[in-house]
């Protein structure tokens, strides 16, 4: 049986919760000009999830590779077992690979190599997978200036500058875990509302 994406994705995330814990997953998120097929978000750490079903190849790979490594922790790459031999040539040595092969009518899961810890993640990258009202919750976290008609980019520099590292990173982690979709819209438009536009 060939497995495709759609079938990987459900039980994958069930694996990782079997794994990890407490987590949350959010699919489909956009890095740059590239997207991720999901993020694992735990309270210290956002892991990235490349998934590459048997169906797939990796003529796009080496892009996604170099986004993920901008925006993220820790990274995953997820291969269709038509791939466990060679995935491991098309990722680099700290990222985790997990294999995904079917068994008598259901996926299962291994771990061929546990994720490291990215060497070359970009903090302000990070921070632009935040949404406006996410930003201005940190700001009255901090008790720092609202910058009502200032730009999100200008917020985000003044986190950058007033925040240390580490708190910024557990406070990226906090905003996208309790993200919640059915809400954002409102979130928005209320935030928007507030700032007089």
């Not at 039980?11 to 489909?28: M, W």
């Not at 790979?61 to 820790?74: A, H, T």
């Not at 291994?110 to 993640?121: S, V």
């Amino acid at each position: 049986m060939i497995l495709l994406d759609r079938d990987i994705r459900e039980p994958l995330f069930e694996f990782l919760e079997q794994e990890y814990g407490v987590v949350r997953i959010l699919e489909e998120v956009v890095t740059g000009k590239s997207r991720a097929d999901a993020l694992m978000v735990t309270d210290d750490r956002i892991t990235g999830i490349e998934i590459k079903s048997d169906a797939d190849t990796y003529e796009r790979l080496r892009g996604q590779v170099r986004y993920y490594n901008r925006y993220f922790d820790r990274n995953y790459i997820v291969a269709g077992s038509r791939h466990a031999l060679h995935v491991s040539e098309h990722v680099p040595a700290w990222w985790g690979i997990i294999i995904a092969e079917e068994e008598n009518g259901k996926v299962d899961f291994y771990e061929l190599r546990k994720p490291f810890p990215n060497p070359k993640p970009v903090i302000e990258k990070k921070l632009t997978l935040l949404w406006r009202p996410e930003l201005a919750a940190i700001q009255e976290k901090y008790s720092l200036p609202a910058y009502k008609q200032k730009s999100k980019q200008f917020v985000q520099q003044k986190l950058l500058e007033k925040l240390d590292e580490q708190d910024l990173h557990r406070e990226i982690s906090a905003a996208l875990f309790e993200r919640d979709y059915s809400l954002i819209e409102e979130q928005i438009s209320t935030y928007k509302k507030e700032q007089g536009r």
